[in-house]
């Protein structure tokens, strides 16, 4: 089973920046379409930002040119850089493929925006 750990979450200003981490068990970025997915407070669970394994990248309009996503495949870790940050970015952003993996989610990193 897949284990992936995200991190980099945290408070933060308005207009600030955060760089979230994900961290796979295994060699799983080379082969798998991978995405960052966020579920802001009370609501379902999106996904903000793709990673194929040919390299493209895609964005949903809410985080397109605020955001990069990343991968280092050496360190199985896949990154999310995201700038300009606004209070509606708030929520719990996780790491997984796309479609996702079965099996649980992993805990997530909070990141809450606020001044």
């Known amino acids: 089973q897949v284990q992936l750990v995200e991190s980099g979450g945290g408070l933060v200003q308005p207009g600030g920046s955060l760089r979230l981490s994900c961290t796979a068990s295994?060699?799983?970025?080379?082969?798998?379409?991978m995405g960052w997915y966020s579920q802001p407070p009370g609501k379902q669970r999106e996904l903000v930002a793709a990673h194929t394994t040919g390299g493209t990248t895609n964005y949903t309009d809410s985080v397109k040119g605020r955001s990069a996503i990343s991968r280092d495949n050496a360190k199985n870790t896949m990154y999310l850089q995201m700038n300009s940050l606004k209070p509606e970015d708030t929520a719990v952003y996780y790491c997984?493929?796309?479609?996702?993996?079965?099996?649980?989610w992993g805990q997530g990193t909070q990141v809450t925006v606020s001044s």
């Open positions: 997984n493929a796309i479609p996702a993996f079965p099996g649980p």
């Open positions: 295994g060699n799983i970025f080379t082969i798998n379409n």
